[in-house]
């Protein structure tokens, strides 16, 4: 198992557009933006909520532990500043 998280913010695209993101994430996964990858949960709210675990580091605590790193992420400049921007 990956002892390494990296939780990257991304920035080219329309977030309105699931599918081309996801493409988008394929495509820099691809060409090793993000280096070697052991681990990549999706979250999906459709008709039900769908949480899909992928790569070799995929087991269930490693999901949940990649979940909580990204809930972090985005929490951080709110607790560090009070403010949503």
Known sequence: MSTHLKVVTL???NFRDPVAT???IADDMESGQ???I???AVVILGHKLSVIGLGPDAEAPSVA???QAGIQKLA???LRTGETR
Do not use: A, D, K, T
């Open 65 to 67: 532990l990649l979940l």
């Open 38 to 40: 052991g681990c990549v």
């Open 76 to 78: 951080e400049p709110i």
């Open 34 to 36: 993000y280096g070697e």
């Open 11 to 13: 920035q080219e695209s």
């Open 22 to 24: 996801l493409r988008l």
